[in-house]
């Protein structure tokens, strides 16, 4: 069935980074498969860049997040959450 573009149906998965606990250790972005994790050029409390989730610039595309947790799975500080659909 065809989607609406104006849909936020097209997202398969995203994730929440708290960037306050991340360390910016960087295991989440080597782990991604989707490439949808970088780096922030900004200073968290602790002192990190932290880990960001790269939306994609056009708010229509669909979303390449699948929602496979790699990166959760991955982190030592329990600092990301997935959500699907
Ligand atoms: S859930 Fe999977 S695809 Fe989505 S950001 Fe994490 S590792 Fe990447
Ligand atoms: S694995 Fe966790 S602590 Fe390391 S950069 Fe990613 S979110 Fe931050």
Excluded: W
């Excluded at 991604?32 to 922030?40: E, K, T």
């Excluded at 860049?49 to 799975?73: M, Q, S």
């Amino acid at each position: 069935m065809a989607r609406s573009r104006n849909s936020t149906s097209t997202r398969r998965g995203h994730i929440l980074i708290q960037q306050d606990i991340c360390k910016g250790c960087g295991l989440c972005i080597s782990v991604c498969p989707q490439q949808v994790i970088g780096f922030s050029d900004t200073l968290n409390e602790k002192g990190y860049y932290p880990a960001e989730f790269i939306d994609p610039v056009d708010a229509d595309a669909p979303n390449p997040c699948t929602g496979c947790a790699f990166c959760a799975i991955i982190c030592p500080d329990v600092a990301i959450e997935v959500y699907r659909g």
